[in-house]
């Protein structure tokens, strides 16, 4: 499962305050997901914060009148805007003037996540946990960091941890979800979105996700209803759209996927996803150009993204172009080893090239990666291939 980033409800102060406005799109669904705490007690609009009436020319003098709590406060406010880099600046002043602020050392393990250092987001996020052992965000972002680094274990036991202490967060369970995902525990990520639901019937992304663990545990009735249902919640999200087209590209109905996927493009333009499936979608109506102008797009937008190139290789073979589909499936198995198909096009490839040994080896490592992965199609296909090879 992909982790999203465009939502718009996010946690500044879990327990009093919501909705962050004007943080970047990329940034959106993290923050959701860490949990951004900050002190106030009553919620504050930004704009009502008041600080220290100070003179330019005074900086020293407004940082010795200004309390930890003031730097706190500002920290946050730069947190909203994005402005990371300041932000930590502000929280390492908060933690000088008070060493044992837990909520300064959350919020700059945030910031620190958010400009990518996930190591130094941990050690902050362990900080707070010494400070206090019953800080239920900081479980959850720490679980959130380890999450990204992909130690699932330790993931899952913060979760766990943040969940005993809140047990009616709905942040927490859709975290475990997404563990529950990764791990291929279908059954378990959809109890947690379930949980989700019940604790909040509006909450957009649990359809969204408890969708996308339907569809991948192929009940898709109940996956396009979920998907139906985040759409009709929100309109303005672009992933309900894409797997919703995925959908109904899975059922050959092809001018209804196409439909989708021009919606989350519309909503979405660097949606890599969206033009990687219409190509898909116009690659099974013929339209071979079309499909490679949609596959070129996803690689500009995303350049490692493997499934893209494999695509675009596989419409190059059918039109003949050897060298290009070579090259472009050579190019998905180097980002993904472990990619299947993209075996399975270069060893048909390999044939038209007269490399009869070298597809065989392609061939066989379709079938060994193919009954690995459970694709028992693909598997019997690549078999069939070799077979026909060594006659």
Request: hydrophobic share 40%; aromatic share 8%.
């Amino acid at each position: 499962m992909h982790i999203k980033l465009n939502y718009l409800k996010q946690v500044l102060d879990y327990e009093n305050r919501q909705n962050i406005v004007g943080i970047p799109d990329i940034i959106r669904r993290t923050i959701y997901l860490l949990g951004l705490s900050a002190i106030f007690i009553n919620p504050v609009a930004a704009s009502e914060v008041q600080f220290p009436r100070t003179s330019l020319t005074t900086a020293e003098s407004f940082i010795a009148q200004t309390t930890a709590e003031d730097f706190l406060r500002r920290g946050v406010q730069k947190l909203e805007t994005g402005d990371f880099r300041e932000a930590i600046e502000d929280f390492n002043q908060a933690i000088e003037l008070n060493p044992n602020l837990a909520k300064a050392y959350n919020n700059r393990g945030v910031s620190y996540f958010s400009i990518g250092n996930i190591n130094r987001a941990i050690a902050d996020f362990n900080r707070t946990l010494e400070i206090n052992p019953n800080y239920a965000m900081a479980y959850n972002s720490r679980g959130f960091a380890r999450l990204q680094q992909g130690n699932l274990q330790q993931a899952l036991s913060d979760f766990n941890q943040a969940i005993e202490l809140k047990p009616n967060n709905t942040l927490f369970y859709q975290n475990r979800a997404s563990v529950h995902l990764t791990q291929r525990n279908i059954q378990g990520a959809i109890s947690d979105l379930n949980r989700v639901i019940q604790l909040d019937p509006n909450n957009v992304q649990a359809y969204a996700d408890r969708g996308v663990a339907r569809l991948q545990q192929g009940d898709i009735q109940q996956a396009l209803s979920d998907f139906n249902q985040a759409i009709e919640l929100d309109s303005d999200l672009a992933m309900p759209y894409n797997n919703r087209g995925l959908i109904y590209l899975q059922q050959g109905e092809l001018q209804e996927a196409i439909a989708n996927f021009n919606q989350a493009i519309e909503l979405n333009a660097n949606l890599f996803l969206a033009y990687n499936n219409r190509g898909s979608a116009l690659l099974e109506q013929g339209k071979l150009q079309e499909a490679i102008a949609d596959f070129n797009q996803a690689i500009k937008i995303n350049p490692n993204y493997a499934q893209a190139y494999s695509n675009r290789g596989f419409v190059h073979l059918q039109q003949g172009n050897i060298q290009q589909a070579l090259t472009d499936l050579n190019q998905a198995i180097e980002i993904n080893p472990n990619y299947t198909s993209a075996y399975y096009s270069r060893g048909l490839t390999r044939i038209q090239l007269g490399k009869k040994e070298e597809a065989i080896a392609d061939f066989q490592k379709a079938a060994d990666l193919s009954r690995q992965q459970g694709d028992m199609t693909l598997y019997q296909l690549s078999l069939d291939q070799i077979q026909m090879l060594q006659q």
